[in-house]
């Protein structure tokens, strides 16, 4: 590896490629910033330009009111060079559009991850671990007593909760964040079991990104339906806007429905454990995978997760950064 200073350094303004003057998913405002994916707290509003996937570019033209040359798309697996540094973008699994990205210099690789989960949800590009001498990893989920059970089991059961619900007359209230979460449910649905919704927010990404399904309809201020399937975002919940389907049950998911407690705390229905971030065992074999000598931790059970990797012989710290958990990704 090289003797130069580190590839990437933490400031003030968020993770920082000195040679190469570029930020990657900078908190402020930059000259450039090299992003990972659409969510909140990634990609932030302010910067000059930015540089990421190609599918990226209309979310973040929808999301952050950018200007067409702001935003510059770039395919997997590209390199660019800036300043003698090579960049590549790389699937994260994460949500459509979401990619690793690969810091390389003179044969030191370091790869930021973003967020990521390695289970193929048939919506995002699948996860591809990539080779490198530092991985800069989250760990939202990473705690043993999170062990995702596989996609087909959870639509099972949001499936047999809608089935029951209408045949009581009673609408069924889905929450799922607007980008990644809810194309993953509209995309797994079946939409014979009675008449879907999607709040706006929902069916304004899903349009940007090619994504509402036939059978589908956009839920207007005049939208009335008894035991339909309406997918919303987790704000909404105890809001007004509700009451326009009558008797209703409210499901959530989300990762953090393995834990009752907050099931309890947020006073839904029902819980669905399905996470767009890998779980324990997810992130193990991913951190693995990369064969990195060293592993950065962002964002998460950060602490816990650098014990465990010590443990079994990754040198691991964590990296404090302003990224947010999956209950914190904002609409």
């Keep these: 590896m090289s003797t130069r200073g580190p590839l990437l350094e933490l400031t003030s303004l968020g993770l920082y490629c000195r040679d190469a003057d570029v930020y990657l998913d900078p908190w402020r405002p930059v000259a450039r910033a090299l992003i990972t994916h659409a969510h909140a707290d990634h990609a932030r509003p302010g910067s000059d330009c930015y540089l990421t996937h190609t599918r990226s570019v209309?979310?973040?033209?929808?999301?952050?009111?950018?200007?067409?040359?702001?935003?510059?798309?770039?395919?997997?697996?590209?390199?660019?060079?800036?300043?003698?540094?090579?960049?590549?973008?790389?699937?994260?699994?994460?949500?459509?559009?979401?990619?690793?990205?690969?810091?390389?210099?003179?044969?030191?690789r370091w790869v930021f991850s973003g967020d990521y989960k390695v289970e193929d949800d048939g919506v995002s590009e699948p996860f591809e671990p990539v080779r490198?001498?530092?991985?800069?990893?989250?760990?939202?989920?990473?705690?043993?007593?999170?062990?995702?059970?596989?996609?087909?089991?959870?639509?099972?059961?949001?499936?047999?909760?809608?089935?029951?619900?209408?045949?009581?007359?009673?609408?069924?209230?889905?929450?799922?964040?607007?980008?990644g979460k809810a194309q993953r449910v509209l995309k797994h649905l079946d939409t014979t079991v009675g008449p879907v919704f999607a709040h706006t927010a929902v069916w304004k990404i899903s349009s940007v990104l090619g994504m509402v399904p036939s059978g589908v309809e956009c839920a207007g201020p005049d939208t009335r339906s008894d035991g339909a399937l309406v997918i919303a975002p987790p704000a909404l919940i105890g809001s007004p806007w509700l009451?326009?389907?009558?008797?209703?049950?409210?499901?959530?998911?989300?990762?953090?429905?393995?834990i009752r407690g907050i099931r309890r705390r947020r006073g839904v229905t029902k819980g669905f454990v399905l996470s767009d971030h890998a779980d324990f065992v997810g992130l193990d074999q991913a951190i693995r995978a990369t064969h990195a000598e060293r592993v950065l931790l962002t964002h998460g059970y950060t602490a816990q997760f650098a014990r465990w990797l010590s443990s079994t012989g990754i040198e691991a710290d964590e990296l404090r950064t302003s990224y947010g958990s999956e209950d914190e990704e904002s609409e």
Excluded: D
């Design 58 to 108: 209309p979310l973040l033209h929808s999301r952050l009111a950018t200007l067409p040359k702001q935003v510059e798309g770039i395919g997997y697996g590209e390199a660019r060079s800036i300043n003698g540094v090579s960049f590549s973008f790389h699937p994260a699994g994460h949500v459509p559009g979401s990619a690793q990205i690969l810091v390389e210099r003179r044969g030191e």
């Design 132 to 179: 490198c001498h530092v991985f800069i990893s989250e760990c939202t989920f990473g705690l043993p007593v999170f062990r995702w059970r596989s996609q087909s089991l959870i639509f099972n059961e949001i499936h047999r909760w809608w089935r029951h619900n209408r045949a009581r007359g009673v609408s069924s209230i889905l929450c799922a964040y607007s980008l």
């Design 243 to 258: 009451r326009r389907f009558g008797p209703h049950e409210i499901g959530v998911v989300s990762g953090w429905m393995a």
